[in-house]
């Protein structure tokens, strides 16, 4: 059974720091383009980060020289490194598995097949 569960979430002050995991089960991670977006109330999921084949790391523009994303191949669990923490970082994070090879942008959700259920960023002081 494929399946993506995602950890770390939870309630910071601004400044503060998370990591955020996505353990997979039923598949390698090596084998996939990881994924991690973002969604917050009343707005569209966004993309923010992946990780393609060979750990080449991509960032929206928002996040860069903030969020580290990583992968621990013995684990089979990608991180996202989260600092600095800003409030309008607060929305549900998911990851995300594409074994496409080919797509127009890697930050499009419609690209990834397999999803975890999300975990929960607050920022807020």
């Known amino acids: 059974q494929v399946q993506l569960v995602e950890s770390g979430g939870g309630l910071v002050q601004p400044g503060d720091s998370l990591r955020l995991s996505c353990a997979a089960s039923?598949?390698?991670?090596?084998?996939?383009?990881i994924g991690w977006f973002r969604q917050a109330p009343g707005k569209e999921r966004e993309g923010v980060s992946y990780?393609?084949?060979?750990?080449?790391?991509f960032y929206r523009e928002a996040v860069k020289g903030r969020f580290t994303m990583s992968r621990d191949t013995a684990k089979n669990t990608v991180y996202l490194q989260m600092n600095n923490l800003k409030p309008e970082d607060t929305a549900v994070y998911y990851c995300?598995?594409?074994?496409?090879?080919?797509?127009?942008?890697?930050?499009?959700?419609?690209?990834?097949?397999?999803w975890g259920q999300g975990t929960q960023v607050t920022v807020s002081s």
């Open positions: 995300a598995a594409s074994s496409r090879s080919t797509v127009v942008s890697w930050f499009r959700s419609d690209v990834y097949g397999y």
């Open positions: 039923g598949f390698r991670l090596e084998n996939y383009v």
């Open positions: 990780i393609s084949r060979a750990r080449n790391t």
